[in-house]
T-cell receptor, first 113, second 116 residues
């Protein structure tokens, strides 16, 4: 079974500053990793995913994440945030034989001017 | 095309009543999932349908919860004798095939259930 730990529950950040959201996973098999964003009162939207290949994954809205197998991490980064990036971010994992997504607890990002 | 839709968007009910939550997946998607998002529990998998296969009900928290999917499309999640701990946002997702973890799941906006 897979599990996900998001190390920060709240991340306040100023507009145009960089942000990093940390995610660690545990699994004994090959995994697929995802970051989802949830804007206020909306459903989940996929930001990016790692399936295989290059460990640096680029997603929508200027986000990127790096898969690090040795550290079992998949941290999300953005070099310069906007007010509109204020949202909750979820890291999730699934496996080659497991279609279910296991989610982390979420990280709330609040961007201030 | 249309995304995943859910209804109602909000539901307030009294403890002990039954509720039905509806999900319309993306047309052509064979896999459908229900998740629950609640304070303190995060996002939890509830149930999964894939084509005509028997559903995976391993995430349902009690026998008060059930779900069906008619004609391989619309799904209804039913909660009987609701309890206050059932209060949560219920999210539905669909994916093209659902046979592997590679498939992207597309989420609906959710139904916010409040049990008084």
């Amino acid at each position: 079974a897979q599990s996900v730990t998001q190390l920060d529950s709240q991340v306040p950040v100023f507009e145009e500053a960089p942000v990093e959201l940390r995610c660690n996973y545990s699994s004994s098999v090959s995994v697929y990793l995802f970051w989802y964003v949830q804007y206020p009162n909306q459903g989940l939207q996929l930001l990016l995913k790692y399936l295989s290949g290059s460990t640096l994954v680029k997603g929508i809205n200027g986000f990127e994440a790096e898969f690090n197998k040795s550290q079992t991490s998949f941290h999300l980064r953005k070099p310069s945030v906007h007010i509109s990036d204020t949202a909750e971010y979820f890291c999730a994992v699934s496996g080659s034989n497991d279609y279910k997504l296991s989610f982390g607890a979420g990280t709330t990002v609040t961007v201030r001017a | 095309g249309a995304g995943v839709s859910q209804s109602p968007s909000n539901k307030v009910t009294e403890k002990g009543k039954d509720v039905e939550l509806r999900c319309d997946p993306i047309s052509g998607h064979t896999a459908l999932y229900w998740y629950r998002q609640s304070l303190g529990q995060g996002l939890e998998f509830l149930i999964y349908f894939q084509g005509n296969s028997a559903p995976d009900k391993s995430g349902l928290p009690s026998d008060r919860f059930s779900a069906e999917r008619t004609g391989g499309s619309v799904s209804t999640l039913t909660i009987q004798r609701t309890q206050q701990e059932d209060s949560a946002v219920y999210l539905c997702a669909s994916s093209a095939s659902g046979t592997s973890g590679i498939d992207e799941q597309f989420f609906g906006p959710g139904t916010r259930l409040t049990v008084l």
